[in-house]
Structure formats: structure tokens, C-alpha cells
């Protein structure tokens, strides 16, 4: 049952508490996502009003509605709510609210006898300083109604996965023109082509800190489809270690005008020094309605690229398809689809087409566009029903293309207490169990694990990093039709790489830490992982992959060779071992064939072999070669994977650029 209690003197300490609490945060000049500030005002709250509402929990809670407007299009309501438990901060990064039940935060009753739900607009806030918790909200309205009065309906504390068991139902009244002095507030947001990139949600505690940006278009035709990589900064350039996460309950609106893809968590903020949040790029998706009439040449499977000078029209961007090729692609459940690839140049920020050929069903068979492996080449693959299809109508209602916006804004924090230290984090040994891995009864096999293994304990002989970096050919499948690379992962999906890895050693020969490099050719760092005890970072960006959790994490002996020892552990078989030479090296050569399944099913399982030259001096690993059945598993072995040692050393401190990155990052 909703109640609805106006103010008393039972809510007086209260209101000293909140009265102090808002007078800290203004003394900060934090920016306050929920503050409605100067705006062209019809209507305004006459009085403020003020309920008790019970959560599920049996907590007693007040909710104030402290301010509102009425501007052309909208209503602005402004509540706070008090007198939570400070656990309750918790709830920011509760898994649990995957599961949870939501209702609007409240509903707004207008005398037409519509109610209407919270836009997507909608700002919320929460702030525990260590001994007051406090959550507000702005909710916006959108309506072309300009009531006096309405009946506030609220249903749910937003950050809570379940909603109220008492909510409250509070008749609200306005008045003519602007009834507060309202003072110009600060955008915390930065608007470039047509796009604006903004904060809406902000909490703060003394253990973590959450920001939930959005972004928004006033672009003709078109949406948000993808957004690019956020960031959050510092004056000095050092950037926080951001933990990507869910979207929460509150996030549920009925239009899209602001989109909301993830919430940040990050450590807790304990300065009002300036931060930037920034986002590099967007995808969009523009409404378009295109045909193409294509006369094409007799069509056969497998033909050679056949050249063509169509225009595509896509607006303002160049593009026109310049060839064309018939191929066969299989589905995941290995149905075959005809499938048309046309070759296309256009504009290096278009993505995506959405092309479809009449009679074909492109919701269950929609096109797919990217580059051509390790290569600028622009295509799309568009299904046909048919080869007898030599007249085509090519149709398509959208495409896809990138804004470089890089957009960023200045975000005010509130300083919030330091909470009491954690617990030292726990990191335990990882048991590897026996070193030795081989068990068989060749000695020259055996000699050569012992010829590593020294080569290892050398390396791992005293504190500091083991380097170890490798020249990468990575084989396509697909023959001459490989699978096109989505236009995101250009540069991440390369097949000629250099792979450098650290591994950070303490002195009982313990990895602690290890940082996984992926580079280009010309050195340039594509991707990578830095590996601490209890969680990964990817790189270069600082995202957080939550491993163990905070307080437990573990440590493993470093091992030189350990994709050859594994081996060992498998059914793998050793089917050639012989001295052999690799670029004037003395080696060893070894060649293990391994079945990918169980011995009652090996004719149906994937075959791999292993090669490896191994230096018979050092026991180095100088090259290895892994042939798989890159086409299916009907297909023979083949090439897939060409890794040559560049660089084995060990090393007293990172590289100046790498340990500039890692400086770089605060977690």
C-alpha cells in the first residue's frame, strides 16, 4: 500500500543532515548530474514535498521532491532520497541485478488521464561519504501537456533490483513562470557533428566509484548502433583502469533518444580534482532507400573476381562497386549458401550495407561486409537464392559507417573519505605438480626436456622479466573467400604479427605478473593483456577482466616450452624425432601428430601436427609449425600457424615504452 506523509518535526534531524550534506558537495563545485539548472520555464514546483517509502528490506527511507518544471515538451522532477543503510552502496555493482524485477522509477499521472514513464534522459546520482547516503534523481516526462497539477507515482529506489514494498502517490502543484533562482549550470558533456556525448549517472562511495555515460544524435535518419572505446582521465594524461559492466534497471525507457551501452566502475575518488571521460568513436546507422540494377556475366562457383564500375549512391559518401565474385559459404550447421561478394570502394569510414537481393529472405540471411584479410579491399557477401540469378535487383534500406568524434568533457567529482584498508591481498602458489612431463622411455626425447628445462631455470634465475618475441604467420581459412574482417577489427585481426610477451618473475622463479603484446610489423602495439595475479587489463585501452576477485589471486613457477610440454599430456604421439638444421643452427626436429577427441571417435575428430626446431646448444624453441585441417575436418592438413623465435632474454626492468603504458594506468 502507497502512503503518502508530508513533512513533520519527526524529519527535522533529517533535513540538518541532508541540509549539510548538500552544502559539502556545493563547497567542492562537484558537478550534480540531477541538478536542473537555468531553463525556459512555463510552470515550476510551487512546494516541496516529502514521504516515507519502505523497501523490501523494511528499511523506512524519505523521499523529497525538492524541485520541478514544466518547459515546452517535457516536465523535470528533481527527488532525494535519505536515511538508506551505508551497505546499501553495495548495490552498484551487485550481479544480482541481472536478475532483478523493475518497474518505471516512477510514473507521472497528468489530468488528460495519461501517465507517463520516465524518459531515457533521466539523470540519477548516489553519494556515501562514509556516514550519509544519498540518492537523486532527475526524471524527465515527455509531453506536450502543460498541467498545474499532477500525481507523482513512485515505484522503485533506483540502483535496487527489486522495487518498493511501500512506494508513495504525491499529489504535485505548479505554478506560473520560475519560482526558484536557479543558477546557469555546467554541461557535463561535449556535442561534435551532430553528436553529443554526456553523463548521466554518476555514483560515488568509499570503495568505488561508477560513471554511466550516453550518447545521443540530433542527426536526420539515424541511430547509434556501436560505440568505441570510453576513457577516463586524469590532468596528467594517467588514465583509470575502468571495469566495463551491465546497464542497470533505470536504464529501461520507452525511447531511444539517449543511448546507454555499459556502466564504468572504477576505484574510489578521494580529490575534487578534474577528470576527463572521453569517447573516441561511434557507429551509426543511417535510414537510406537504394536499387541497383546488375547485369552479371554466367555465373560459376569458384570463377576469378570479374570486374565491374557501378555507382553505389550512399548520400554524401563516394562509393561504387567495383567487381564481383561467386562463391559457396557454409552456415554454422553446414548448410551451403550461394553467396554473391562484391568488391566495393567507398569511404574508408562506411561499414556496413545492407544489401539484399529480391527474393532472398535477408532477415535469415543478411549480408555481411568488411575488409578482405590484411588488406584495404572493402566487400560484402549478399546471399542469392539461385546461380540462374544473372540479372539481380540489388536493394538495400540502411548502411552503417564511424565518426571519429573523439569527444570528451571535464567531470567534477565529489571527494569522498577513504574507507578502512582491505585485507592484503591473498595470493597462493599454483600447484603444476611434477616438471617432469615427459614419461616416456626415449632418452633422446628425454634429453631434449632436460635441455629445455635448463634453459628455463636459467632464464628464471633472479627477480626481474623474462622477454620472449615471436614473428607470427597466422593462416586464413576460406581459401580464396576468407571470412571479411569487420571494420572495428581492421588492425586487431592481422595474420603477419609480432607477439611479445613479459613475464615478471620473483625470485623463487614465481610468474607474478605478465604482460601479452600483439604488434604489427612496423611495431606498433594492435592489442594485448597485462596479467596480474587476480585479474587481466586489456591493452592499450585499460579495460578490467575480472579474474579471482580482488583479495585472492594466484602465482605458477615460470616455464620455457610450456606449448611443448603440453603435448605430453595428451595423446599426442611423437611419429618422427631427428637431428635436423635451422638457419645454420644444429636442431632438433620433431614432428606429433594429435587427435582432437577420444579413441572411440578419431575418424570424425580434427587432426592437428606439431613441428618443432629446437636448438640443440641452448634448447631454445627457433621455430614451430602447427598444420591443421583449416577447412573442415573432411579437408587434409595444411599450414595454419608459422611462429618464429625472434628474442628470448631476460631482462632487469620493462622496456621505457611499455612501462610507460602500464605507469600509465590507476586501478
Known sequence: MKRNIFISGCFSLLFIIFSLFIQSVNAYNADDVTLIGRNQVSFSLKENKTAEI??????????????????????????????????????????????????PTAELGIPSGEWLTP???????????????????????????????????????????????????????FEAGDSRQRIEKKGVSDEKYGVSFSLLNTAQTPSISMIQPAVSLSR???????????????????????????????????????????????????????RTISLDYIYVKRSIAGKINLSLETMAISQSFKKLDVPLPLDEFSSKISGYSIYEDKTEDQHTVTTLRLLLDTDSSVSFISFSVSGSDSEFM???????????????????????QTDLTLQYNSFEYRIDGNWAFEWNPLPIPESDP????????????????????????????????????????????????????????????????????????????????????????????????????????????????DRQIVLPQGLLIQNQGYNTGYV???????????LFKTNAEIVERKD?????????????????????????????????????ETGKILLKQIDCQLNGIDQPLETCVMRKTLEIRFSEDLDSEIKNMIESFIF
Open 54 to 103: 519502505l523497501t523490501t528490506t523494511n528499511d523506512k527511507v524519505v523521499i523529497e521532491i525538492n524541485d520541478g518544471i514544466i518547459t515546452e515538451g517535457r516536465i523535470l522532477i528533481r527527488f532525494i532520497i535519505w536515511g538508506l543503510p551505508q551497505n546499501w552502496d553495495t548495490k552498484i555493482n551487485d550481479q544480482n541485478r541481472l536478475n532483478g524485477s523493475y518497474l
Open 119 to 173: 524518459g531515457s534522459g533521466s539523470r540519477f546520482s548516489l553519494i556515501n561519504q562514509g556516514d550519509t547516503l544519498i540518492v537523486a534523481g532527475l526524471l524527465e516526462f515527455l509531453t506536450k501537456e502543460t498541467p498545474d497539477i499532477v500525481s507523482f507515482d513512485f515505484n522503485q529506489i533506483p540502483f535496487d533490483d527489486q522495487p518498493l514494498k511501500e512506494g508513495a502517490i504525491i499529489q504535485l502543484d
Open 220 to 274: 536526420k535518419d539515424e541511430q547509434v548502433s556501436r560505440v568505441g572505446w570510453v576513457s577516463l582521465s586524469q590532468n596528467d594524461g594517467k588514465k583509470y583502469v575502468l571495469n566495463r559492466d551491465f546497464v542497470y534497471g533505470f536504464n529501461i525507457a520507452d525511447d531511444n533518444r539517449f543511448i546507454v551501452s555499459n556502466s564504468y566502475l572504477f576505484s574510489a575518488l578521494h580529490d575534487a580534482e578534474p
Open 366 to 388: 543478411p549480408a555481411v561486409c568488411g575488409f578482405l584479410p590484411d588488406s584495404e579491399q572493402f566487400a560484402c557477401d549478399v546471399p542469392l537464392v539461385s546461380l540462374d
Open 422 to 533: 582491505s585485507n592484503d591481498q591473498i595470493v597462493q602458489p599454483y600447484n603444476m605438480g611434477s616438471m617432469d612431463f615427459y614419461t616416456g622411455s626415449d632418452p633422446e626425447v628425454k634429453k631434449i626436456e632436460n635441455k629445455i628445462q635448463v634453459f628455463s631455470e636459467a632464464l628464471s634465475a633472479k627477480s626481474g622479466w623474462i622477454v620472449q618475441r615471436y614473428e607470427t604467420h597466422l593462416s586464413i581459412s576460406g581459401g580464396n573467400y576468407p571470412d571479411l574482417v569487420d571494420h572495428s577489427q581492421k588492425y586487431a585481426q592481422m595474420n603477419h604479427i609480432v607477439e611479445e610477451s613479459w613475464d615478471q618473475i620473483q625470485s623463487d622463479g614465481a610468474v607474478i605478473s605478465n604482460i601479452s603484446l600483439v604488434r604489427d610489423l612496423s611495431g606498433r602495439i594492435i592489442s594485448g593483456t597485462w596479467n596480474l595475479a
Open 556 to 566: 605458477y613457477p615460470f616455464t620455457y616450452g610450456s606449448d611443448f610440454f603440453a
Open 580 to 616: 635436423c638444421e635451422f638457419e645454420n643452427h644444429p636442431a632438433w626436429c620433431l614432428q606429433f601428430f594429435h587427435t582432437l577427441g577420444s579413441a572411440d571417435n578419431s575418424g570424425n575428430a580434427p587432426e592437428n601436427s606439431y613441428f618443432f626446431w629446437i636448438d640443440q
